[in-house]
């Protein structure tokens, strides 16, 4: 007999609460090991690799802790500030992580059906990051501010350097892993490019490029971060970091606290990407999913 509708829902909350638990697990063992090693360390005596103590490393409930704290005097909590850079850091990540998706996305079709272009351009886009981003922030921001672009448009626009390269290699990857003989077939009925890539390339390249756009996603939200200090923004993730950090020996919880901000940023960002993935290769063919 087959299953129940009841039951074929069980099966699926399961595996939801069995995945919630392990990154429950997962979290609590970091903080146990933070924990651990500040104690250790302060218990001993140890100076190695760095002096251990509540600057260097506050304790974790005063972390959290700190996220109820004024900002200034009679100010609102540090949360509220901390949730409106996130958001604007997060308009600055999404706009580049769009845009460098679909440049590399772009790239990598133009390059699926050209062997010299692929041969001639590769290494360049390869070479491209081997650059820093902290050489290249400055000259993009202050560039395109001469040309009239604003500062967040300009830190969109690096959030996209750092997003178009996996994309550009794994969707190339991913368009030329389609069969053979799917290739034979379609040829054997004269299909266009146009029809053999979007009826055999890209289905086939579907997991590559999710992959790509999950690493992708968490690489926008750096590089809109790192972009923010030489736009002199003070709206965001970046500005916030600069400023708790001028003041890091009076208040150290307060820029662990916009750290552990950047990290669930980039943590939502990941997993709105393999959402959209599980619905979509959801309807895949099942040799492409």
Known sequence: MGTTAVEHREWKVVPAFSKLATYAIVVIALCAIWQGYKWLWETAGWTWPFVVDDTT????????????????????????????AAWFTAKEAIAGFVLGAVIGFGIAVVLVHS?????GL?????????????????????????KGVEGWKAVAILAAYLTFFPVAINSLRGLQSADPRAFELMESYASSRWSVLWRLRVPASLPYLF??????????????????????IQDGLGGAIVNFNQYYSLQ??????????????????????????????????????
């Open 57 to 84: 490393m506050p304790n974790i409930w005063d972390i959290f802790a700190a996220f109820g704290e004024p900002v200034t005097t009679g100010g609102p909590a540090l949360i509220h500030p901390l949730l409106d």
């Open 115 to 119: 062997r010299l272009l692929e041969r």
């Open 122 to 146: 590769l290494p360049y886009i390869v070479a491209s990051q081997t650059v820093p981003i902290l050489a290249i922030a400055p000259m993009v921001v202050i560039g395109l501010g001469s």
């Open 211 to 232: 992959t790509a756009l999950k690493i992708s996603a968490t690489a926008a939200v750096i590089g809109a971060i790192i972009g923010e200090t030489p736009a002199s």
């Open 252 to 289: 150290p919880t307060f820029l662990w606290a916009t750290n552990i901000v950047c990290a669930v940023l980039g943590l939502v960002l990941f997993g709105a990407v393999a959402l959209a993935e599980r619905l979509v290769l959801r309807r895949a063919p099942e040799n492409f999913a």
